[in-house]
């Protein structure tokens, strides 16, 4: 995963198959499912992979359950699926979390009770584990710090939990892996076309200002929130096809729920449902669901949502988190298939996606959630192969190891994350005879040299947010780190000075908006 030979590809290939617009999850499960059926695949990424929506989400690989309760059946079998193929897939990033619905009231009892067991039954084999009511003591052993007034009991079941940045670096290896290629800070600046039929995309590097028209029998929009300026490209004055909304979570202490399991409140005063669950030795609180118009890589999350999380959580828990205690606040934004006219209320539209395929032969994907990625790309890629009239090919994936792939226990080690290529930066950090940089993470810089050499990393913001978490754990200390890193990288690729302050002071800018104070 050189980003120079990417960029030496680019000039030499004439043309690919596919060429993929958008380093999302979207757009890296569909290049990934290119590749492995044998097309030759580019993915061009405008920022850093799942810079946007696709590493800000609640962490969880789940069938929803508020799905569930819409009657999207349909929706909960496919994600259910899923959700068990990655589980087998990438067994180092992915696993099995229970949860627990806190009952203060026998209706709750029985309501969550019957809807978890066709939450179950919806999964089959691949159910991740049993749902059960459990006594108000066992809930208590379960989540120490519960509000316990007039507690009746819970109903606990599982679901999945991941990192989503840290897939989403897999993945782009995977397609290395795999005879594909995926690049970022390489922006899609305008469709080409012969015969009004699309035909390719002029490219510009974000570093180097080249640009490239890269030539491919199929182009696909997998851009996420931002698919509407693409499909602008393509057809100008075309009605918007997504709806945008915003989604905050807070990152506090684990001392506030000192546990291996996770809450999920069913119903709060805005209608969602909200989770409080373990996450790299902290707590994830969110989300909120806010309809915005402004599109941006950096959203940011308004007073209002801060708060609501804020009172929400409180309710369930002994002690109640105030503002000083969040170490972390992160917005990202869902695209969702649009709103009708009517309607303003984006919780109630349906994260099932939405293939389209326009008159010049762009292919668009709207709509999905991370843990139907996969299934996203199959379909298409069987889409594509349908349209353009080629023999069908089977998919792979379904029991593709990400990689990665690695069964070994975690444990204590805080580079489990890394699959199969922890031991190699073990090795790293052991032939620089080095001890980690900071007092609250283990983190070292074999670590930032691997991100550089191994994973595309190219600013300290890619480091430190989606290669490591840091900035999602703890901004104040991340911010503390960054000089630290911005001159190991500046050492590792060659750059001066200069370079350094402009980095630093970059993503100074960037974590100011994860901190809540």
């Known amino acids: 995963m050189n980003r120079e030979d990417a960029i030496r590809k680019i000039k030499e290939q004439k043309a690919w198959d596919v060429l993929v617009i958008g380093g999302g999850a979207t757009g890296l499960g569909i290049a ?18 799942a810079k946007s929506t696709s590493s800000k989400s609640t962490k969880l690989v789940h069938g929803g359950v508020r799905y569930l309760a819409q009657g999207n059946v349909k929706l909960v079998r496919e994600a259910s699926v899923e959700r ?23 209706w709750s009892r029985l309501k969550y009770t019957i809807g978890l067991k066709l939450y179950d039954w919806i999964s089959g084999s691949l159910s ?22 007039k507690l009746r009991g819970g109903v606990l079941y599982h679901d999945g939990q991941f990192d989503d940045a840290r897939l989403a670096v897999n993945l782009a290896q995977t397609i290395f892996d795999h005879g594909g290629v995926a690049i970022n800070y390489m922006k899609a600046k305008s469709l080409l076309k012969e015969n009004e039929t699309v035909s390719g995309v002029l490219a510009a590097g974000a570093e180097s200002g080249e640009e490239h028209n890269i030539t491919a029998r199929t182009v696909v929009n997998a851009t996420g929130v931002f698919a509407d300026s693409v ?51 902290k707590l994830i609180a969110g989300t909120t669901d806010t309809p915005v118009k402004n599109i941006t890589l950096e959203p940011v999350a308004s007073e209002a949502e801060i708060e609501f999380i804020l009172k929400t959580a409180g309710l369930y828990l002994v002690n109640k988190p105030t503002r000083k205690d969040v170490l972390s606040v992160f917005a990202g934004l869902r695209p969702l298939a649009a709103l009708n006219e009517k309607s303003n209320d984006t919780k109630e539209i349906s994260r099932s996606h939405k293939i389209i395929i326009s008159s010049s032969g762009l292919f668009t994907m709207i709509g999905g959630k991370w843990t139907t990625y996969r299934k996203m790309g199959e379909d298409m890629v ?14 792979v994936t379904p029991k593709l190891s990400i990689h990665g792939y690695s069964t070994d226990a975690p444990g204590s080690d805080s580079l489990y994350f890394y699959g199969s290529d922890e031991a190699a930066i073990h090795d790293l950090i052991k032939s620089k005879n080095e001890k980690s940089i900071s007092p609250k993470f283990d983190f070292f810089i074999a670590q930032v040299l691997w991100a550089v050499r191994k994973e595309m990393a190219r600013t300290v913001e890619d480091v430190l947010s989606r290669r490591t978490r840091t900035l999602f754990l703890d901004a104040k200390e991340s911010m503390r780190m960054a000089p630290a890193v911005a001159k190991i990288m500046a050492e590792e690729i060659g750059r001066d000075e200069k370079w350094i302050q402009n980095e630093i002071d970059q993503f100074y800018k960037i ?6 104070d």
């Not at 590749?35 to 580019?42: F, I, K, P």
């Not at 807070?250 to 909200?274: E, Q, Y």
């Not at 974590?511 to 809540?516: E, G, H, I, M, S």
Request: net charge positive.
């Open 231 to 281: 499909i602008e490209m393509d057809t100008p004055g075309t009605n918007k096809r997504i709806a945008v909304s915003q989604g905050v979570h807070i990152v506090l202490d684990k001392k506030f729920l000192p546990a291996d399991d996770a809450i999920m409140i069913p119903k709060t005063a805005d209608g969602r449902v909200l989770f409080i669950v373990p996450w790299h030795n």
């Open 32 to 49: 990934l499912e290119a590749c492995t059926r044998g097309y030759s695949t580019l993915l061009i990424e405008q920022s850093d992979f």
């Open 128 to 149: 991740l584990g049993s749902s059960v009511f459990i006594s108000r003591e066992e809930v208590i052993k379960h989540l120490p710090t519960i509000n316990q007034k």
């Open 382 to 395: 069987d889409s594509i192969e349908k349209q353009l009239g080629l023999k069908s090919t089977p998919s």
């Open 511 to 516: 974590a100011r908006n994860y901190l809540a």
């Open 84 to 106: 068990g193929l990655l589980y087998k897939n990438a067994p180092h990033l992915v696993k099995n979390l229970r949860f627990i619905i806190p009952v203060y009231s026998r």
